[in-house]
């Protein structure tokens, strides 16, 4: 589903790469944290996802997409493909939550119809229907976020990705929009949260990847806990992903 093959990249006047040979699989349905200090790499690895930056070497296939063949016209399309939720909620202003979720629709193409019979469902989902004629300045910084997490799911991404998307949030709000996120993820939805939040990570014990330095120093696949180092836990040792050789061999170009 997401798999990074040696990825490096380096930013012009830095002494050190963002990301050095970097190597992930994450399958279909995982429910990942990407963990680290600030500068670790976990903003730069999630461009390279959404191709918002390009590696200077190494391979990425996202849903078995090789973004080596989507070009610079396709890029729009391909992240279409893709849930997105930021902290900071990038809603319109101007627009009511449905406004917003069917905007997203509209984008995507998406016919008058469907749209009208999509966004209801989309706002059951997140528990925001008694909401839809509300403009984000009206809403809790919780409901903005679910609005955000609504509008990235309408279009049923088989991957959503979503960087730091409890910062700013009360305790409470931010389990309420982990158990969203859960129930996002059972419905076969993969998953893949940056944050710096402790106790979420601990008290959902998924997997947990920690970058340090541009490098992958510690993926424990089950039952996993925030660490910021590569010292194995009691509970299990480290265990560094290897990318499968033979799932480049199927790589195939993007038609849009």
């Avoid at 090789?66 to 627009?95: E, S, T």
């Avoid at 509008?151 to 959503?160: C, D, G, M, T, Y």
């Avoid at 490098?215 to 990318?243: A, E, F, H, M």
């Amino acid at each position: 589903m997401i798999l990074l093959d040696s990825v490096t990249k380096k930013y012009p006047g830095d002494e050190e790469p963002a990301l050095d040979d970097v190597s992930l699989h994450i399958e279909p349905n995982e429910f990942v944290f990407l963990v680290g200090k600030s500068g670790a790499g976990k903003s730069t690895l999630m461009k390279m996802i959404t191709k918002e930056e390009l590696p200077d070497s190494g391979k990425i296939v996202i849903g078995g997409i090789d973004l080596d063949y989507v070009k610079k016209r396709h890029i729009p399309g391909y992240r279409r493909r893709l849930g997105v939720v930021f902290q900071d909620f990038k809603l319109l202003p101007r627009r009511t939550v449905y406004e917003n979720v069917a905007f997203a629709l509209e984008i995507a193409g998406m016919s008058g119809k469907d749209i009208r019979k999509t966004v209801p469902k989309v706002l059951e989902l997140v528990d925001l229907a008694s909401q839809a004629k509300k403009f984000p300045h009206q809403l809790s910084g919780g409901q903005k976020q679910r609005v955000a997490i609504a509008r990235s799911v309408a279009r049923q991404p088989k991957i959503l990705i979503a960087d730091e998307p409890t910062a700013n949030l009360d305790k409470l709000t931010t389990r309420e929009i982990i158990d969203l996120l859960k129930k996002i993820n059972d419905f076969g939805t993969t998953i893949l949260v940056t944050t710096h939040n402790e106790s979420i990570v601990n008290n959902l014990q998924r997997r947990v990847i920690t970058l340090k330095d541009g490098k992958i120093i510690n993926d424990q696949k089950n039952n996993g806990i925030y660490k910021l180092d590569d010292t194995p836990t009691p509970r299990q040792s480290v265990r560094v992903v290897q990318t499968p050789g033979h799932a480049l061999k199927n790589r195939r170009r993007v038609v849009m």
